[in-house]
């Protein structure tokens, strides 16, 4: 067999990696095989620019389609693997063809968690992954149909301020006291809330579904108090799942996400893993972590290419992460996850722009930028370099942000 890299996954991870493997040299044959029916295409959109219907799908194409032709990469789109036979270096698809592999790359990602709850299931029920989910949810909309989202995260969020804009009438619910409560400080939480009461998005907190009610479709939502809301269409965002039941059926090893080194190695040296799916040292945080972002997907496929070809490159890069809602970007830098105290710069209360500082001791975690972009690559700076802060400087807005970095 000429010698072939067989990528499982066909999105970010797996178009990167594809691309990648070239650019290090490497001259064997090339498979991609995804289940989805499109080549890989961009998902952040999905919940922006294409759910307003503002970008058509073609849009969304991470690489034209030529450009797997040029390079040598076949890909399978519409297909699924169903199993990895290690022994054989094969994998098996669901139809019952094989794939011989002399290296394997899982860039298999990550699937909605499912809303469990009696009515789930009724039509007019969706969740927001794909450009087929993104698809179906557009030919149902109409102007001034009412929307109940589950789940006040990020996608939750965005999909509130695109529908906003496309003229249908939307409440968000959510279990916690409080928007984006896993993610960010209450300031920021506080200043999403008010940004979307302005743009007529009915806020739920502390609302916990029990049921959906309807008899052919969707007609409402049922809160564990009783409360009922009715609606046309439910869009859920809960969360996402690794996709790892591959690696876990090979016997590969998995924990929260498929568990490998800094070189994007599994336990296996045959057998690669990047993005969504994967649980991975960060040697700048000190600690493992399993990353949801389009960032992480694509650096980690790089560092995978690099091994396959046999230049062993580390995974040393600072999670990064954006998010669009309406007039407001977003960027984050870092992990706020463990901090004790929170500067902001700017105004939260009032206006459409500041900076949320998470600050752990005098060490800087993380930094959430709202329309602050010249902060936001400071805060990179101080991230990566572990430069010592003042608290005076992060804080004061007369101040020019870079100078933040002179101590
Ligand atoms: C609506 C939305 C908005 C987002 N916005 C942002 C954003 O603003 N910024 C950001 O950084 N990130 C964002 N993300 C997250 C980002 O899209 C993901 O982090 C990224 O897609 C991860 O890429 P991946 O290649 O690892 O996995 P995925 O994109 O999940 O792709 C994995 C692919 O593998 C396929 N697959 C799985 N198992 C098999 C199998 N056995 N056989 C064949 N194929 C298989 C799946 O069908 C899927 O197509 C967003 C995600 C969504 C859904």
């Known amino acids: 067999m000429n010698k072939r890299v067989v990528i499982v996954g066909a999105s970010h991870a797996g178009a990167q990696l594809a691309s990648s493997l070239r650019q290090e040299g490497w001259q064997g044959e090339i498979l991609m095989i995804g289940e989805e029916s499109f080549a890989p295409y961009q998902r952040p959109p999905l919940s922006k620019e294409y759910l307003r219907g503002e970008k058509n799908a073609d ?221 991975h040292p960060n040697r700048l945080l000190g600690r493992r972590v399993r990353l949801e972002s389009v960032p992480n997907a694509m650096e980690q496929a790089k560092l995978a290419a690099a091994s396959i070809c046999g230049r062993q490159q580390c995974y040393d890069a600072y999670p990064w992460f954006w998010s669009d809602q309406y007039d407001l970007k977003l960027q984050i830098a870092g992990l706020s996850e463990g901090y004790d105290r929170v500067i902001l710069r700017g105004d939260a209360d009032v206006g459409r722009s500041f900076v949320a500082w998470y600050l752990c001791g005098d060490k800087l975690l993380a930094a959430d930028c709202i329309n602050r972009p010249k902060e936001f690559m400071v805060a990179k700076q101080l991230l990566v370099g572990a430069l010592p802060v003042s608290v005076e400087r992060l804080a004061d807005e007369s101040l020019d942000p870079k100078l933040i970095l002179k101590i």
């Not at 669901?94 to 990550?110: I, M, N, P, R, V």
């Not at 200043?191 to 009915?202: D, K, L, T």
């Open 59 to 279: 849009e969304l194409l991470i690489r034209p389609a030529e450009m797997y032709i040029r390079h040598g990469v076949e890909l399978l789109p519409g297909r699924c693997v169903r199993t990895v036979d290690r022994t054989a270096k094969r994998v098996l698809m669901e139809d019952g063809e094989s794939f011989d592999y002399h290296k394997l790359a899982l860039c298999t990602g990550a699937r909605v968690r499912q809303l469990e709850v009696p009515g789930a299931d009724l039509p007019g029920v969706h969740y927001l992954r794909t450009l087929a989910d993104v698809d179906a949810i557009r030919t149902r909309l109409v102007p001034g149909c009412r929307v109940v989202i589950v789940g006040g995260g990020y996608i939750g969020l965005e999909s509130a301020a695109a529908l906003r804009k496309c003229g249908v009438e939307v409440s968000v619910l959510e279990v916690q006291s409080r928007l984006l409560a896993r993610v960010t400080a209450p300031q920021v939480s506080a200043f999403y809330q008010r940004i979307h009461a302005e743009a007529g998005v009915v806020i739920h907190t502390g609302w916990s579904v029990v049921a959906i009610e309807g008899e052919d479709r969707v007609t409402g939502v049922v809160g564990a108090d009783g409360r009922r809301l009715p609606a046309d269409m439910v869009i859920v965002g809960i969360g996402v799942i690794p996709n790892v039941e591959l690696a876990s059926q090979c016997g590969l090893k998995v924990d929260n996400g498929i568990w490998v080194d800094e070189f994007a190695s599994t336990d296996d040296p045959d057998i690669y893993a990047a993005g969504d799916c994967t649980n």
